[in-house]
């Protein structure tokens, strides 16, 4: 048995029993235990024997464990006391039933786009919670989440290293500077403890870089949590720590959507907007996530099964669509000048007719699904304003993920993108008007056309 927990257990004997531990890392050790006086099962967190010892990690822990004892919120696991007895030093919190989003997810796989929903705004709030009081958390991950069983409610823990004093939104305080305040302030050796417990995977740039921080990097390790939660995996991974931590400082995180395809726009936007590398490019705070998120699950409420099902499978149909018009782009214009060098009128009415068989087929699908949502009742009013809806909401989605405006760059690739396939158009007739027969001159234009095609698409 840990010696140190027969060394604890006789210093609480009378007020605590402890039961087993639940888990251990680089602060500290936690326990399972049954508060005596008023018979209930707690979480007891003690400091490691090595850092209890050092006088100023003590007195810093103590002072940000009794500010976090102050949160109030919840989706934020409550602490009860905070408490130096004889040697040890630790805070005890509520004993929350279920397992870790960490657990959850190696065990069972990533989580549904609903449930990833839910997460992300439960967590959104409680730090929209916690920033509002002063304290940012700075050590946010998949073990510091618990899935309440039987609710499915996710809590926040582990505030015993959180930062003290920086208000969310705002830039750094007037406090001093990690370096000034370590030869002003003793207590500034628990940040650079808090540095190192801090987990690599989901650390923010300016974390890593180790200047101050604020909410907003926060919310970039909520991002990056939420990227685990629907991947299964984190932005950045492999590699010795150090190395983790460069990657978050220079490379872009992957977009959520190339990741996980079938992940929710809204939370594809919302992540990738939180791991951007500028804290002011990220959101404002918890609530505008909150917000964000909930937008998607209001309208999916509002609109009856029948319609949402009628929408879901035109999405499906209007993307096979356009997979089959690059796919025609790609290898029709090519095979259809072909044609009309070598095989003539024939040729082209027989592509002519392939092409028409598959657009019947889409269309057919179409009308299929129309026709199955009016045998429900449902009126092509209905269907109308239901699609309506959908595009006003998918247009309000793209105005988040890329901007309202288009930049110059736009607007000049899009000049270029209509100049060459006309040039390439105006050439191409041209050859045939005058009967060339170059095959090298032939297949450059057609794949201009099909380029500029493409990238019109695009």
Request: glycine share 10%.
């Amino acid at each position: 048995m840990d010696v140190h927990f027969v060394e604890i257990q006789t210093a609480l004997a009378g007020r605590y029993s402890l039961d087993r531990e639940l888990g251990r890392g680089g602060m500290g050790v936690v326990y399972l235990a049954h508060e005596v006086a008023l018979d209930r099962p707690v979480a007891l967190k003690f400091l490691t024997p090595t850092l209890t010892a050092d006088e100023a990690v003590r007195e810093r822990f103590l002072r940000e464990a009794r500010t976090a004892a102050k949160l109030s919120h919840p989706h934020i696991v409550p602490i009860f006391t905070v408490e130096e007895v004889e040697d040890f030093v630790f805070f005890a919190m509520a004993a929350i039933e279920g397992t870790t989003l960490d657990e959850r997810v190696r065990k069972q796989g990533p989580l549904s786009n609903p449930d990833a929903s839910r997460l992300l705004k439960e967590l959104s709030w409680a730090l929209a919670y916690a920033h509002s009081q002063g304290v940012v958390h700075r050590d946010i991950k998949p073990e510091n989440i618990l899935l309440e069983e039987g609710s499915g409610r996710a809590l926040l823990t582990d505030f015993g290293i959180a930062e003290v004093g920086v208000v969310h939104g705002a830039g750094p305080t007037d406090e001093p500077t990690r370096a000034e305040a370590s030869a002003s302030d003793p207590g500034d050796a628990l940040d650079r403890v808090t540095e190192v417990v801090g987990t690599a995977e989901f650390m923010s740039p300016e974390q890593a870089k180790g200047l101050p921080v604020d909410g907003r990097s926060d919310l970039y390790s909520l991002a990056a949590v939420g990227f685990f939660a629907v991947s299964g995996r984190a932005p950045f991974e492999g590699g010795r720590p150090a190395e983790i931590l460069g990657r978050h400082v220079a490379e872009p995180a992957p977009p959520m959507a190339s990741v996980v395809p079938g992940v929710s726009p809204v939370i594809a936007g919302v992540v990738d907007r939180c791991l951007r590398k500028d804290p002011q490019r990220r959101f404002l705070g918890g609530e505008s996530i909150a917000d964000a998120l909930a937008q998607e699950a209001v309208f999916e409420r509002q609109l009856p099964i029948p319609l949402r099902v009628f929408i879901k499978n035109l999405r499906r149909l209007a993307q096979s669509s356009g997979a089959l018009t690059i796919f025609l782009l790609l290898f029709g214009s090519p095979l259809l000048i072909s044609l009309i060098v070598s095989a003539g009128v024939p040729g082209i009415v027989a592509l002519g007719m392939l092409v028409g068989v598959l657009v019947a087929a889409v269309g057919a699908s179409a009308v299929w699904q129309a026709r199955k949502l009016l045998q429900t009742g449902f009126s092509d009013d209905d269907a109308r304003m239901a699609l309506l809806e959908d595009v006003n909401r998918r247009n309000e989605e793209l105005r988040f993920e890329v901007g309202p405006r288009k930049t110059d760059l736009d607007v000049v690739l899009n000049w270029l993108t209509g100049t060459g396939f006309a040039v390439a158009l105006g050439a191409v007739l041209g050859l045939y008007m005058q009967g060339g027969d170059d095959p090298f001159l032939w297949s450059v234009f057609a794949w201009m056309m099909v380029g500029g095609g493409v990238a019109g698409l695009i």
